[in-house]
């Protein structure tokens, strides 16, 4: 299995543009979760699908802040308009509700590094 | 809501030594787990090791193992023969099995191993 997939792994941009953020999960999860990663704020969860539907989306910061997951196999996140305040490393990870032995891990992808200046 | 708890911002640790790093918890729930994950430079969140809380039974990997106190909801880790490649951010981390499958991570300790 690849893992999952994110892109790109990293993306500078200009205050205001428009910023779309990729994620594949592991083929047969079926959770798939947006974190961000900043020095001040450490981990946060800013939404989580459950078999392509958003479950949980408090932790997005605004309405500059949207997700989809149209199916199993692909996840978005975009940010329109973009601000400095949203630099970050974005983190996608899906996980699986199976058996109790391997249930509850959740597998990460590499990250995408955002610069707004 | 459940919080995690990390103490200990940076630790640091001799080659080949062994180090603890400190995590807490605050739940109401009984049934949940528990994790560590490491995050070298490379940004990858890669787990470490994992412990169910129905289980008495500490977890280990290998050189990586953990003190659940679950009474005194504590989770710490445990690097043996500590190596260089160990250097990195460790997160403490918590999920329940009730509903929401999300993790709540602590605020991360950097390690750093000395040659």
């Known amino acids: 299995d690849a893992g999952v997939i994110q892109s790109p792994r990293h993306e500078v941009t200009e205050m205001g543009q428009e910023v779309t953020l990729r994620c594949k999960p592991i083929?047969?999860?079926?959770?798939l979760f947006w974190y961000r990663q900043t020095m001040m704020r450490g981990l946060e969860l800013l939404i989580y699908?459950?078999?392509?539907?958003?479950?949980?989306d408090s932790g997005m910061p605004e309405d500059r802040f949207s997700a989809k997951m149209p199916n199993a196999s692909f996840s978005t996140l975009k940010i329109q308009p973009s601000e400095p305040r949203d630099s970050a490393v974005y983190f996608c990870?899906?996980?699986?509700?199976?058996?109790?032995?391997?249930?509850?891990?959740?597998?990460f992808g590499a990250g995408s590094r955002l610069t707004v200046l | 809501a459940q919080t995690v708890t990390q103490s200990q911002p940076e630790m640091s640790v001799q080659e080949a030594e062994t180090v603890t790093l400190s995590c807490t918890y605050d739940?109401?729930?009984?049934?949940?787990?528990l994790f560590w994950y490491k995050q070298p430079p490379s940004r990858q969140m890669i787990l470490v090791i994992r412990?169910?809380?129905?289980?008495?039974q500490n977890a280990t990997e290998n050189r990586f193992s953990v003190n659940f106190q679950k009474a005194a909801k504590s989770f710490s880790l445990k690097i043996s023969d500590s190596q260089l490649g160990d250097a990195a951010m460790y997160f403490c981390?918590?999920?329940?099995?009730?509903?929401?499958?999300?993790?709540?991570f602590g605020q991360g300790t950097r390690l750093t191993i000395n040659p």
């Open positions: 990870a899906s996980s699986s509700r199976q058996t109790r032995s391997g249930a509850n891990v959740l597998t």
């Open positions: 083929s047969g999860h079926n959770s």
């Open positions: 699908f459950n078999n392509n539907v958003p479950i949980d």
């Open positions: 739940t109401s729930e009984s049934d949940y787990y």
């Open positions: 412990q169910e809380a129905y289980k008495q």
């Open positions: 981390a918590y999920r329940t099995n009730q509903g929401a499958q999300k993790l709540v």
